[in-house]
């Protein structure tokens, strides 16, 4: 066996064997290798488990695993009455206790058909979108995280303390609320509080612009995500993506305006979609920006919702609670925007049970990351890292 | 009949008319409308039709349901039968939505899997399979995705036991 170099290409290898060349080796490939990343990998945001199989640096094929923190949301929902299934819901999106919490109280009153007091309302509306502003500090914060900037996450997580301060002030929890109750609230708001919220809408302005300068602007930051794992709108509906995914891509969803429940139809805000200008449409940094200009649309609700409040004098937010809650037969699929996207809730009721026949819980991330095999083809792998901080997972949601 | 449809909604009444389309070209292969205020849907009665179906609703230009917004598993022990319930959205053209039930056998019946016309639809059914145990057919891979893979049983039967111990942990408590 003789060998005749590397002749017809620097990747080739042939040889002499009984006077015929024999080609062993083409294209040298570097040999698959299976790569574990997670469950308890930092970047995958919880415990999420992807098995890449990768081509040196190049992903082939990555494969969520779940349900690592599955804690049966349905099971028990189907054993406890309707307003003992509202702790659950927070437990959820843990970072988003106080918009689980809306859209699942929604979803029962459309089944009870019952009025709701219009200070409820806007107390909902503010709460949930001062939740919705502390879920996406903590979304940029880890996303800078992921991509090794850590400052932007300190001083996200320091105006977040203002968020909790206030929610805790009102409901006695951090992030596991139960404030939101079928037909009104756990409690009136205390005195003081459009005051504090003003307060912290003024403080807050600036700081989101600050922010933008330290990551949206950081020439490394759009390096890493600029151009990367681009979604087509069409593709991104088909997989059922919603809310800053969606829009991300270019798509104008937003279930506050094409569903509205609540107060939202009085209110003035915008969609923010991507344009074009400053990323690709649909992909990393695009969703990025979706939320960061959210946050300023979400201050605005909050300003005109201070505005609007009605007071009322000896107001009690438990008065129309029904005092036992039995809907009628029947099956509702209610839905609300949460900071991740659509989350839903299909609950059948028997009508004789105080609990619910079936309560199936859409979770937005679920839905979201199910592109996510579609998506890493061939990245490579810090790019994967981006594509996954870009979902903006929590996994509690993701597993129930 | 006509004070009926006086008292549906606006949301009902554009269901209806989607209903109207599909009912034309697929007859007695779907139920009657029900005009369920807080969600209107129909039945598919005959389930070896249910991917035309499901192609027809998307693709049809006055239907163009692009969108599958919720599929849940549903068990319906009176009947013996298990089924999923399909949210669906039309996101641009319309603003119309309807939900579409799909019922099988409670032991060993199937469901055509319509993973090929909406990729959302590929995880909502391995969710639907792990939980209830109908199986999909012609799904790329349907196995569990929330529950371990060698658990047994279907956890959200309405009859289901749950095993004793698993992997020597006692399970119940």
Redesign the interface.
């Known amino acids: 066996m003789q060998e005749l170099g590397k002749a017809e290409s620097n990747s080739t290898r042939i040889i002499r064997q009984d006077d015929k060349r024999v080609i062993i080796e083409k294209d040298l490939d570097t040999e698959y290798m299976v790569l574990s990343m997670g469950p308890q990998h930092p970047s995958t945001h919880g415990v999420l488990r992807l098995e890449c199989i990768t081509d040196g640096e190049v992903v082939v094929e990555a494969e969520p695993y779940l349900g690592y923190l599955h804690r049966c949301f349905e099971k028990y929902c189907e054993n406890v009455d309707y307003p003992g299934i509202v702790p659950y819901t927070d437990r959820m999106d843990y970072l988003a206790g106080m918009n689980s919490e809306l859209a699942y109280c929604i979803t029962v009153e459309k089944l009870l058909d019952i009025e709701i007091p219009r200070r409820v309302e806007f107390i909902r509306v503010i709460v949930s979108e001062l939740n919705r502003i502390a879920s996406h500090l903590v979304a940029i914060g880890t996303y800078g995280i992921d991509l090794g900037a850590f400052t932007p996450f300190l001083f996200c997580f320091r105006d977040r303390e203002h968020i909790m301060n206030l929610l805790e002030w009102i409901s006695g929890a951090r992030m596991l609320y139960n404030y939101i109750w079928i037909g009104g609230l756990a409690y009136d708001v205390p005195a003081d509080f459009k005051k504090r919220v003003a307060e912290f809408v003024t403080y807050f302005r600036p700081k989101a612009v600050e922010l933008c300068k330290l990551l949206t602007e950081n020439e490394i930051f759009v390096k890493r995500t600029y151009d990367i794992g681009i979604m087509p709108a069409d593709v991104a509906i088909n997989y059922g993506w919603s809310g800053p995914m969606l829009r991300g891509s270019g798509v104008k969803w937003d279930l506050r305006r094409n569903d509205p429940y609540s107060v939202y139809p009085e209110l003035d805000f915008d969609v923010p979609v991507p344009d074009g200008k400053f990323s690709v449409v649909g992909d990393c940094l695009s969703r990025h920006l979706v939320r960061a200009l959210e946050m300023e649309e979400s201050l605005k609700i909050i300003e005109q919702c201070l505005d609007k409040m009605p007071e009322v004098q000896g107001f009690d937010s438990r008065a129309l609670i029904p005092k036992k809650i039995r809907p009628k037969a029947g099956e509702v699929y209610g839905r609300a925007e949460n900071p991740r996207g659509e989350l839903g809730y299909y609950i059948v009721s028997d009508g004789k049970s105080t609990k619910p026949l079936r309560c199936k819980a859409r979770s937005s991330c679920f839905v979201n990351l199910s592109a996510m095999k579609d998506l890493s083809k061939g990245q490579l792998i810090p790019d994967l890292v981006a594509i996954i901080g870009s979902i903006d997972i929590v996994l509690g949601e993701v597993d129930r | 009949m006509e004070e009926a449809a006086n008292q549906m909604s606006q949301t009902v009444k554009e269901s209806k008319a989607a209903y109207d389309i599909v009912r034309e070209r697929f007859g007695n292969a779907v139920s009657e409308f029900d005009a369920?205020p807080?969600?209107p849907f129909f039945e598919v009665l005959d389930a070896s039709r249910w991917v035309d179906i499901a192609l027809y609703m998307r693709d049809n230009s006055l239907l163009q349901f692009?969108?599958?917004?919720?599929l849940?598993?549903?068990?319906y022990p009176e009947e013996q039968k298990l089924g999923i319930?399909c949210?669906f959205e039309c996101?641009g053209k319309y603003?119309h939505r309807i939900?579409v039930k799909v019922k099988c056998q409670r032991d060993g019946g199937s469901i055509p899997s319509v993973s090929c016309v909406?990729?959302?639809a590929?995880?909502?059914e391995r969710e639907a399979y792990d939980?209830y145990g109908m199986v999909f057919e012609g799904h790329p891979e349907l196995r569990?995705?929330?529950?371990?893979e060698d658990w047994t049983g279907f956890?959200?039967r309405k009859d289901y036991q749950v095993q004793e111990t698993y992997h020597g942990i006692k399970v119940p408590y």
Request: proline residues 6%.
């Open positions: 369920n807080t969600m692009n969108y599958l917004a919720c849940s598993g549903v068990d319930v949210n996101i603003t939900a909406w990729h959302t590929n995880w909502h939980m569990r995705i929330l529950c371990p956890p959200l």
